[in-house]
């Protein structure tokens, strides 16, 4: 079985594969190690709360709030990247689409991965580690929204055929 696509004729699947080890590496692997420094932290009473009662639970509310503002961020930011021109010549369309995807993702991903430094700085501020587990799945979910998929992918490579073809190349 071939790992081209009927439907566009490139190996899809050679273009998915940098963009999205490195969102796992930076979206799940990180976020996942520190959150296990915290958990750590939290058994061997290493943390001690700055910050107590009703001021840690509205501060919650408001990392939460900046959290899914930040993910609709990302979301915007994604598709405003991927609606532009990453085409430098149709000769080396497969290559030029697989460096541009990449380009395109590597800070939508950076951004989402940061939502969960807003857990970890709550945990840091109070100590809480219920409440920064929360906020750092978050952005595992978020994650899950605007991480490369291959559907998106296809019509991304038509997408980028069309501008190609209309002359509104890479410069």
Not at 16 to 31: D, G, Q, S, T, W
Not at 83 to 112: K, T, Y
Not at 125 to 154: D, N
Request: proline residues 3%; contains cysteine; glycine residues 6%.
């Amino acid at each position: 079985m071939s790992l081209l696509s009927d439907d566009t004729g490139y190996d899809l699947h050679l273009m998915l594969a940098k963009p999205l080890y490195f969102a796992l590496f930076v979206n799940v692997l990180v976020p996942a190690a520190l959150l296990y420094l915290c958990h750590y932290a939290t058994n061997n009473n290493l943390v001690q709360s700055r910050i107590e009662g009703e001021l840690a639970d509205a501060l919650f509310y408001v990392f939460a709030a900046a959290a899914l503002i930040q993910g609709a961020a990302a979301f915007g930011w994604r598709r405003r990247l991927f609606a532009r021109p990453m085409i430098v010549s149709m000769e080396s369309f497969q290559e030029d689409m697989s460096s541009g995807l990449m380009r395109a993702s590597r800070p939508v991903s950076l951004m989402v991965a940061a939502i969960s430094g807003w857990g970890y700085l709550y945990f840091w501020l109070t100590g809480r580690f219920r409440e920064a587990v929360v906020l750092v799945l978050f952005s595992f979910v978020v994650y899950q929204i605007v991480r490369p998929r291959l559907g998106s992918l296809k019509k991304l490579v038509a997408y980028q055929k069309q501008l190609a073809e209309k002359g509104q190349l890479l410069r």
